[in-house]
């Protein structure tokens, strides 16, 4: 409006008279073009860029629509828009007045996505103002100031004829004071779908409705036999609560006729809250987690809601289907977690939900397609693939929408859900004016569908985003609630949709990987991620067989690697490797829980001993099917068993050690280093070996001869003493025969007596005197000589896991 003042201000002069001309002529062609129902097509688009009049000052004013009521108005009904006007200008606007505008009806879906893509005024294609008493008035609108309106106008007022979608605009007429005249200084456009009778033959919908979240719980668990969870954070409790993501979702859903499209990871972690639960702080510090009735709660409305309701379950944590498919088939294993997280969803969600899901469906993001995705998509059991139409596109120029259903070989239907209506509500619905205009044009491009083949029914799947927002949930139930009550629609389960009779005339090509949208491609996971997967689970293999409770670790790293393949992972290039690194170094410090323990130089006083090796187990389950080997690097200095090396099986009970002997003979004296090492019973190392060196020494000269002579010694002493008894004896018998032999009787006696008491000393105190060395000389020899077979099991008790010290001498 700029340049219509211009010419306004302009003098007579035969050149500027020429481009008056030259201006009405250019403000007219929109006029005839809206005549002859030209409303979407270039040369309404260039009619609106060429019109000054058109343009000059209808963006001056932002005009948002808060509600239009109802969205698909019937005979009789009244509708009603409200909304705000803001004027965006440095000058007041006067004598303003708000109106609704109805335009010719639309022919096509492609009309319109031109009539939204649209902002400027264009007379004609807009239509005429209703006007009358159907207005709202503002005397003055100054500079950045917003004014609330309301108008309700009878659909009759509206002068709408045969059945259809009709732009429906609501602009804002004044003035200003550099244009004192009348003009559209701003309008916003939404569509009214019009279809007061029942349509003849009804578009069957289906509308999923996903229940998806992030990963939240880590590997990790307390060091309990409850085996208590850590979750990363308490994200989820806040989703679940009252208002949450998942809580609107959840309380919208209930009362639509949807199908429900559950990931089992986020049942089993929202499950995992209703008991004992921990969650991560910073650091290495955890606290105990308190929302078990909000999890609780949130579960129980879950299950009354999917009563008698289709459930399809997807894989465990929601695979990326497409990452697997063009970076993880190439590495060995990676499809297998595919076919362990399928067969773990539909036990998940009948455990926990009581229901049986359907897990014959595999959802590849935003629905986009390859041969390598069809392929690993369907290599889990799955023989439905919910693609879209902007993948698997129409290449026949049909003039309709066809039917979902699409068999694509190899006993696969492709079940297409429409592009349009599937991304309806993908921006942000947080503001009233988003939310409105998202909802009508839903509604129109669902009647359109209809309208383009009225007699021919046709099956329509409608997949939104995995993840949406709780006023995404909002606008998308809004759409559906009206939807569901309209004229030309009718609900219809996802197993339904894909066993519909196919369109003999859709495309059923899968494109080319060329055709992948590389915008999805730069967010899949890269091929050292599944490489960094599958080096997890070889050492989960290698862990497990120890086990005497592997269920106990084998689940919750089952689960774990299906986590860090989740789709949910796109966009998140940072937390994707942090949480498998954390997977990976908490298996390894589990692994390292069972282990050797180390030693210091041991000596070796002799020609054969037994060598302690402790194993040490700080699990809280036992440990077995291991096998320890000690092994002699020099063999021809000491042999340990019969040969360079000997095993024994070992099984130690959880939070124990057990220390094995070993027999080893020594051939030469000096250093020999000797390995300790775990191995599975199939031969796979365990952990790390444990090397330390035997001294060996043996007795000397010197101390074999203070050995002799200390056991010289005691034989002389035992000789004298028995001589000087024997000489004592014949002195006194002497002594007695001299006395006489009036005293023989009373000494014969006494000899008798004392005699026998002698000789029962003597004898005694010799063997006393002999016994005692001789026994103590057995035992230190018994208790030097080497371990045997046959010895008794040493004891298992816990010792101290500290290296022994230097110079430890080992039992002989």
Do not use: C
Not at 11 to 30: D, I, N
Not at 264 to 282: N, Q
Not at 301 to 321: H, Y
Not at 367 to 373: F, L, N, R, T
């Amino acid at each position: 409006m700029a340049e219509a003042a211009e010419f306004q201000g302009m003098s007579s002069s035969p050149a500027r008279r020429w481009l008056r001309r030259t201006a009405a002529l250019l403000a007219g062609a929109p006029l005839l073009a809206g005549l002859l129902q030209l409303p979407t097509g270039p040369a309404a688009q260039a009619a609106e860029k060429s019109s000054p009049a058109a343009v000059g000052g209808s963006r001056t004013v932002t005009v948002s629509l808060d509600s239009v009521s109802p969205n698909a108005p019937a005979a009789g009904d009244t509708v009603t828009v409200t909304g705000t006007v803001t004027n965006n200008g440095k000058q007041a606007v006067t004598d303003a007045h708000v109106g609704l505008r109805v335009g010719p009806a639309l022919d096509s879906r492609a009309s319109i996505d031109s009539a939204a893509r649209r902002t400027g005024f264009l007379p004609g294609v807009d239509g005429s103002e209703v006007g009358g008493k159907y207005v709202e008035n503002f005397a003055r609108l100054a500079p950045g100031v917003s004014q609330d309106f309301s108008i309700s106008v009878p659909v009759k007022e509206l002068n709408l004829g045969s059945d259809g979608v009709y732009p429906l605009g609501v602009s804002l007429s004044g003035q200003t004071a550099a244009q004192p005249y009348e003009q559209v200084l701003g309008i916003q456009r939404t569509f009214l779908p019009w279809e007061p009778d029942s349509a003849a033959t009804k578009t069957r919908t289906t509308y999923l409705w996903p229940l998806i979240s992030t990963v939240h719980m880590t590997v990790e668990t307390l060091p309990n036999q409850q085996q208590t969870p850590v979750f990363q954070n308490d994200d989820l409790a806040k989703e679940l609560a009252p208002g949450g993501r998942l809580s609107q979702l959840l309380s919208l859903g209930k009362n639509l006729d949807i199908t429900w499209v559950i990931d089992p990871d986020l049942l089993a972690s929202v499950d995992a809250m209703t008991g004992s639960y921990s969650v991560k702080g910073d650091g290495d510090t955890v606290t105990a987690g308190k929302n078990q009735a909000v999890a609780k709660q949130w579960l129980a409305d879950l299950e009354k809601a999917v009563q008698n309701k289709e459930v399809v379950a997807l894989p465990f944590a929601d695979p990326d289907l497409a990452s697997l498919a063009h970076d993880g088939r190439n590495i060995t294993g990676s499809l297998s977690h595919l076919k362990d997280a399928t067969d773990v969803a539909a036990s998940t969600v009948e455990t926990i939900l009581h229901v049986k899901p359907d897990t014959d469906f595999a959802w590849p993001v935003n629905g986009a397609v390859d041969p390598s995705i069809v392929k690993v998509g369907t290599s889990a059991g799955a023989d439905k693939l919910i693609a879209r139409s902007d993948s698997l596109q129409e290449t026949g120029g049909l003039s309709y929408t066809p039917t979902a259903a699409r068999p694509i070989g190899g006993g696969t239907t492709a079940v297409v859900a429409d592009d349009g209506l599937s991304t309806a509500f993908e921006s942000d619905m947080s503001s009233a004016g988003s939310s409105t205009l998202a909802v009508q044009e839903f509604l129109a491009q669902s009647l359109m569908i209809n309208l383009q083949e009225p007699q021919k029914q046709r099956s329509i799947v409608v997949a939104p985003q995995r993840t949406p927002s709780a006023s995404q949930a909002q606008s998308m139930a809004q759409a559906l609630t009206t939807l569901q009550g309209s004229t030309w629609s009718q609900s219809a389960d996802l197993s339904a949709a894909a066993k519909a009779k196919p369109d003999p005339n859709a495309a059923t090509k899968v494109p080319t990987a060329s055709r992948y949208p590389s915008s999805l491609r730069r967010a899949e996971l890269p091929q050292e991620a599944f490489q960094q997967i599958e080096d997890t689970q070889d050492k989960l293999d290698s862990f497990k067989v120890i086990l005497t409770d592997p269920a106990r670790v084998v689940t919750p790293f089952g689960r774990a690697i299906d986590r860090a393949m989740s789709t949910s992972w796109r966009g998140r290039p940072t937390e994707a490797p942090t949480f498998r690194r954390g997977v990976e170094s908490y298996l390894d410090g589990l692994t390292d829980q069972v282990r050797l323990i180390q030693k210091s130089e041991t000596k070796l006083s002799g020609r054969s001993a037994t060598i302690p090796v402790t194993v040490q187990n700080n699990l809280m389950q036992g440990v077995n099917h291991l096998v320890l080997r000690l092994t002699s690097e020099q063999p021809t200095r000491l042999k340990v068993g019969n040969g360079p090396y000997t095993e024994q099986p070992i099984t130690v009970s959880g939070g124990h050690s057990q220390s094995v002997k070993f027999t080893t003979t020594a051939n030469a004296n000096g250093r020999a280093a000797v390995v300790a090492q775990l191995f599975t019973e199939d031969g796979q190392a365990y952990g790390p070996a444990v090397t330390f060196d035997v001294n060996v020494t043996e007795i000397t000269p010197t101390v074999m001869l203070v050995i002799a002579g200390g056991v010289l010694l005691l034989v002389l002493a035992g000789f004298r003493m028995y001589t000087q008894r024997k000489r004592m004896a014949a002195r006194r018998a002497e002594e007695e025969l001299q006395d006489g032999p009036q005293d023989l009787d009373a000494t014969t006696e006494d000899q008798g007596l004392n005699g026998a008491a002698s000789g029962t000393v003597d004898t005694g105190d010799t063997v006393s005197s002999t016994t005692a060395p001789e026994q103590e000389s057995d035992a230190g020899t018994r208790a030097d000589d080497p371990e045997q077979p046959s010895d008794p099991a040493p004891d298992t008790a816990p010792e101290s896991a500290d290296p022994s010290g230097t110079g430890e001498r080992v039992d002989r």
